[in-house]
């Protein structure tokens, strides 16, 4: 086991991947601090956060405080004598006084190529814009949102139909290589930390419902791109007979069309410069269903079209 005292702060799925390949290379993880649990699904039942149910399962301290200006969160780190902390996906800041109280600091796994995307969405945003390459990047945190210096990144390129879920899975392989890699340089005082350059910052904001609601008057590649932005959930969508249709996953074909017109018995939606072909598509209250079994049960007429 590594000696290293570590405390890992996070909470979503994709957190708890991280925390899951420290544990696997026996790192000595002293405690886990997580999102109190939260009602959700049909039920809202409460449930634990992903990287509670991780440390739960390999028996590690796990505390949810809902801030950390009081003293006793304080007393309470300062008695696990940290070493670092490391935050991926916590979704509360920290404040400078707990920032400073690891002897080695606090570090940040962010899943983009920092300065771009800094922020809550950054892979959503990474598709919305039809960037080529993203990756992940782990810095040293400081006051101000992801802004602090780095100590390493690495790249990858998206592919043009690749969706959240399947970039998400390859930006967590990267990470967790690069996380482990860095850390052991990290311990030894040997890393070099690289300031951001301020002047290529941009920001992925929080994800609200109406973003995600389709406009076919758009570019097509810019409908494509929504649709796998938010593939397969919780899925992009649009309005028809009032009732909300997801398209969770599309192609494309680039040419003129009848903008914002279902054009043919494919369903097929006309956009600027082209028409979405969409392949997987979910009404409401119905499952996920491949576009030949969504239209058996579809009525709609050819020429309509589609308000925003």
């Known amino acids: 086991m590594v000696s290293k005292r570590i405390i890992f702060m996070g909470t979503p799925e994709i957190a708890s991947v991280y925390l899951k390949s420290l544990i696997d290379i026996n790192y000595n993880i002293v405690a886990v601090y997580s999102q109190p649990a939260r009602k959700k699904g049909r039920g809202m039942h409460m449930q634990e956060s992903p990287v509670q149910k991780i440390a739960k399962k390999n028996s590690i301290k796990t505390l949810t405080p809902t801030e950390f200006f009081s003293e006793i969160i304080k007393k309470e780190i300062e008695e696990l004598y940290p070493d670092l902390i490391i935050v991926m996906g916590y979704g509360l800041k920290l404040p400078q006084h707990i920032l400073q109280l690891p002897t080695l600091g606090c570090i940040n796994i962010h899943v983009s190529l920092l300065p771009r995307w800094r922020g809550a969405a950054p892979i959503e945003h ?57 850390l052991p340089i990290f311990f030894k005082k040997s890393a070099f930390l690289v300031p951001q350059d301020d002047s290529k910052v941009t920001y992925a904001h929080k994800i609200s419902s109406s973003m995600r609601q389709l406009d076919f008057n758009n570019e097509v590649e810019t409908v494509h791109n929504k649709i796998r932005a938010f593939a397969p959930q919780p899925s992009a969508w649009f309005l028809f007979n009032n009732e909300r249709i997801k398209i969770i996953k599309s192609s494309f074909v680039e040419g003129k069309f009848d903008i914002s017109i279902i054009i043919n018995t494919e369903f097929h939606i006309g956009c600027k410069n082209g028409k979405i072909c969409p392949q997987i598509l979910q009404r409401e209250g119905k499952k996920p269903m491949q576009i030949e079994d969504f239209l058996r049960g579809f009525e709609f007429i050819v020429g309509t079209k589609i308000h925003a």
């Open 126 to 182: 990474a598709l919305l814009n039809g960037d080529k390459e993203t990756g992940v990047t782990i810095f040293k945190l400081v006051q101000e949102m992801d802004a602090g210096p780095i100590l390493a990144k690495d790249v990858i390129s998206i592919d043009q139909h690749m969706n959240k879920e399947e970039l998400t899975e390859k930006l967590n392989k990267l990470g967790t290589e690069l996380l482990t890699s860095v």
